[in-house]
């Protein structure tokens, strides 16, 4: 036992991660809210793909192989912790605030509000360190321009 223990502090550090972008965090949430009512629907997807399509300055292939990822991402994690980390040291209160008005409107893209997607967007915008008007007024933006 004790030689294992030695071992394993004397073992090479596994391969580091990829550094983690606040536009693939971003990616991430977005797939959180997609996956809330564990359905993947189709429209939630496209719904993303346009979003970060606006966001980003990227291909369509590139941007499929972001939502991959992002999916992959979701699924390794146990929390999003590591990924509104990142949005909070990068980005200011109006981009935190536009990422919680693109998360409802991926929640509203399948025409149904689960009550498991109101939940998660309202735990990511307190993760993201915004207050209850934010996420009422993002709800009300994406509601009236989807």
């Known amino acids: 036992m004790i030689k294992q223990i030695i071992a394993f502090f004397n ?14 965090a971003a990616a991430v949430l977005l797939i959180e809210i997609m996956m809330a009512d ?13 979003i970060l399509s606006k966001r ?17 991402r979701r699924e390794a994690s146990h929390d999003t912790y590591q990924f509104t980390k990142v949005i909070n040291d990068h980005w200011g209160e109006q ?6 008005v693109d998360l409802w409107r991926v929640a509203f893209a399948d025409g149904e509000l689960d009550k498991h997607e109101d939940q998660r967007v ?13 996420f009422i007024k993002a709800k009300a933006e994406a509601q009236n321009n989807p």
């Open 11 to 24: 073992s090479e550090p596994e391969a580091a991660q990829p550094e983690l972008s606040v536009d693939d």
């Open 38 to 50: 564990h359905d993947m629907d189709q429209r939630e997807r496209q719904s993303i793909e346009s």
């Open 56 to 72: 980003l300055n990227a291909t369509e292939s590139e941007i499929k192989e972001c939502i991959d990822v992002a999916i992959k």
């Open 95 to 100: 981009q935190r605030y536009e990422l919680v």
């Open 122 to 134: 309202r735990r990511l915008n307190e993760s993201l360190h915004l207050h209850h008007s934010h």
